[in-house]
């Protein structure tokens, strides 16, 4: 049984940084895509970053290439997003998410994950 659980999130000002947290048991780094996605209400939930599960490839989305890093901590059993230079287009609901079965070519989509935490709240003021 897969668990994931976000932690992290909180209330920033603009040009400032967030580190968020998940938890993740019943999977292996090797064996599973983790990923971040984003949601804002009203919207389709946004592929932010992940590591394949196949070689440990890195992905980001443009809208956050070079201000946000995705790591993981295997003894911790847990991945992280650090987020840098935040804006507040960045505001949003932030979900880990995990796949056995994502291919590369599905990776960012978020029908490719069965596995969901229940997301952690990033808001971003101007």
């Known amino acids: 049984q897969v668990q994931l659980v976000e932690s992290g999130g909180g209330l920033v000002q603009a040009g400032e940084s967030l580190r968020l947290s998940c938890a993740a048991s019943g999977l292996t780094f090797t064996s599973y895509t983790v990923a971040w996605f984003r949601q804002v209400p009203g919207k389709e939930r946004e592929f932010v970053a992940n590591r394949f599960r196949s070689g440990g490839y890195m992905n980001y989305a443009d809208s956050v290439k070079g201000r946000f890093t995705m790591s993981k901590d295997n003894a911790k059993s847990t991945v992280y997003l650090q987020m840098n230079n935040l804006q507040p287009e960045d505001t949003a609901v932030y979900y880990c998410?995990?796949?056995?079965?994502?291919?590369?070519?599905?990776?960012?989509?978020?029908?490719?994950?069965?596995?969901w935490g229940q997301g952690t709240q990033v808001t971003v003021s101007s």
């Open positions: 998410a995990a796949s056995r079965t994502a291919i590369w070519s599905s990776q960012t989509r978020a029908d490719a994950y069965a596995d």
